[in-house]
């Protein structure tokens, strides 16, 4: 079983709409949760951390779910910039180091 | 700061050849990381530095691939020989702390390996 896995996608939405994916992962002992957004051909960039009691950043709300292991985005409002690759980073300090999960492919259409 | 530098941005290379890849990371990062990533596996931890000592170089494919990293300001990953399974895009990127603090990409070096 992969650290980390995601629904590779893609997705395909159209602008306006709300979209939200999830990913697991494998060690309880994590502690460190991420959302990183990297566009075609660029780096992968931080696009919000993910806290227990949940955060908030404008049109996007991270949650994360110990019980279970997983953690969620939630895009609203889905902008054509929002399309995208969002990688999942979980890190745990037994494992010394970040895990990236493979990521999910979005695309929003006009 | 002008955030983590990479150079080459493209190598095309013959097989069998040696490939070198080098990096500046963000000033006063404690940590260096070098990542490769292709569509089959994703992003992939190849080694990380804490203060210029490495620490975890367990996804380090294989001996044809070492890195080194002689000051705070300077890292290099150096591939020899070269094979076409090597192609890829590389990637190093710099943060304060291990796991719960951010961590800044460079653009990316594109290898291709003939």
């Known amino acids: 079983r992969k650290e980390v896995e995601q629904d590779p996608g893609p997705f395909n939405v159209p602008e306006g709409a709300t979209v939200a994916f999830n990913c697991t992962y494998s060690?309880?002992?994590?502690?460190?949760f991420f959302w990183y957004r990297q566009d075609c051909r660029k780096e992968p960039k931080l696009l919000m951390s993910?806290?227990?009691s949940g955060n908030e950043d404008g049109r996007f709300t991270a949650q994360l779910n110990r019980a279970s292991q997983y953690i969620s985005l939630l895009i609203r409002d889905s902008k054509l910039s929002d399309s995208a690759t969002y990688l999942c980073?979980?890190?745990?300090?037994?494992?010394?180091?970040?895990?990236f999960g493979q990521g999910t492919r979005l695309t929003i259409n006009p | 700061d002008a955030g983590v530098i990479q150079s080459p941005r493209h190598e095309v290379t013959e097989m069998g050849q040696e490939v070198t890849l080098r990096c500046k990371p963000i000033?006063?990062?404690?940590?260096l990381f070098w990542y490769r990533q292709t569509m089959m596996r994703g992003l992939e931890l190849l080694i990380y530095?804490?203060?210029?000592?490495?620490?975890?170089d367990s996804g380090m494919p294989e001996d044809r691939f070492s890195a080194k990293m002689p000051n705070a300001s300077f890292s290099t990953l150096k591939i020899q020989p070269s094979e076409p399974r090597d192609s890829a895009v590389y990637f190093c990127?710099?943060?304060?702390?291990?796991?719960?603090?951010?961590?800044?990409f460079g653009p990316g070096t594109r290898l291709t390996v003939l």
């Open positions: 980073v979980v890190g745990a300090q037994g494992a010394q180091k970040l895990v």
């Open positions: 530095f804490n203060n210029n000592v490495p620490i975890d």
């Open positions: 000033s006063g990062h404690d940590y």
């Open positions: 990127a710099s943060s304060f702390g291990l796991i719960t603090d951010t961590q800044y």
């Open positions: 060690n309880s002992a994590s502690q460190s």
């Open positions: 993910v806290y227990s």
